[in-house]
């Protein structure tokens, strides 16, 4: 998703939801929803220096010998979490429950 994507998700809100029921400043409305929306994407990334819990499925961000990024979908042991930072230069990991919508509805 791109910063454009959630802008335009926040317009399109804001005259569809919003625009009548007196949310406020338009301005005020779609800065808050954007930064939400940018809260929320990068709220599921971790820091490599952070290992893992051992045994969950994750998407990790590494960088290749020849600097290029790329993702790929691990499941990682406690031990060998040090080692593959090290040789495979893994930057950020992201749980794979995490990056599924929740489809859960409120009570």
Request: with cysteine; charged share 35%.
């Amino acid at each position: 998703m791109k910063r454009k994507d959630i802008k335009n998700a926040a317009k399109w809100h804001y005259e569809n939801l919003c625009l009548y029921q007196d949310y406020g400043d338009e301005e005020v409305y779609l800065d808050g929803f954007v930064d939400c929306a940018d809260w929320r994407i990068n709220s599921i990334w971790h820091d490599a220096s952070e290992p893992p819990i051992t045994g969950k499925e994750a998407l990790v961000k590494y960088m290749t010998g020849d600097l290029k990024i790329k993702y790929r979908v691990d499941v990682f042991c406690g031990h060998e979490w040090k080692e593959m930072c090290h040789y495979d230069k893994l930057i950020q990991f992201a749980y794979i429950e995490d990056l599924i919508p929740n489809v859960e509805e409120e009570s």
